[in-house]
């Protein structure tokens, strides 16, 4: 068990819909990031928070966001959902924000987009 | 840019054969290199990492080392298990502007007969 806490684990929605995934990070850590594995694309970076804030950006889409709460659980909201936006979606989370540090993975959230 | 190129899989061994899982990169500036696993229907699990050029990392009988002259980090194990069955990624991250993502290679799928 990493500490990082992803809610729902299954996701099964229509296209056109919109739904949010909940991520709480291990006590501590500072920095939430969220990632999308699907069978076409891997294993791929969206966005990453900071204390609150946006720190970077990755291959997210514009129908995406994201945000960080001041207790520091995090949420990715997927809106107008396509066939394509089915996948894994890990949140991750470390102590920082850069450096070294060591990122730990929730067990993700299935989306299923029907 | 970064990238991240590890082997083909998927690879079948059995039990107590010698495992090697060849991963090399590319990347600006001086990364930090990972092994995550993935267990069937789990998240990832960070396995090892080096966070510098001849460090070597190891956990549960699994190796690397950080290799800068040949870009690389193989993962390497002298006797698997049927339990070591999963899909391994490499990957690297880079600090860039105060913020630190991960890049992953595509996953190496390996099986374990008894």
């Known amino acids: 068990d990493s500490g990082v806490t992803q809610t729902p684990k299954h996701l099964i929605t229509a296209t056109g819909q919109r739904v949010t995934l909940r991520c709480s990070p291990r006590?501590?850590?500072?920095?939430v990031y969220w990632y999308q594995q699907s069978l076409d694309q891997g294993l791929q970076f969206l966005i990453q928070y900071y204390n609150g804030e946006e720190r970077a950006k990755g291959n997210i889409l514009e129908r995406f966001s994201a945000q960080q709460f001041p207790d520091l659980h995090s949420e990715l909201n997927l809106s107008s959902l396509e066939l394509g936006d089915s996948a894994l979606y890990f949140c991750a989370s470390s102590v920082q924000a850069g450096g070294t540090d060591t990122q730990y993975f929730g067990p993700g959230t299935r989306l299923t987009v029907l | 840019g970064n990238s991240v190129t590890q082997m083909e899989g998927p690879v079948t061994l059995s039990e107590e054969a010698f495992l090697t899982i060849n991963c090399t990169y590319t990347?600006?500036?001086?990364?930090?290199l990972f092994w995550y696993v993935q267990y069937p229907g789990e998240g990832l699990q960070l396995l090892l990492k080096?966070?510098?050029?001849?460090d070597k990392g190891s956990n549960k009988g699994f190796e690397a080392t950080y290799r800068k002259e040949t870009t690389s980090f193989h993962l390497e194990k002298g006797s698997v298990q049927v339990s070591d069955s999963a899909v391994y990624f490499c990957a690297l991250s880079v600090s860039q502007g105060g913020s630190e993502k991960l890049v992953f290679g595509k996953g190496t799928k390996l099986t374990v007969n008894p």
């Open positions: 006590s501590g850590d500072l920095s």
């Open positions: 990347a600006t500036g001086y990364p930090s």
């Open positions: 080096a966070t510098k050029a001849d």
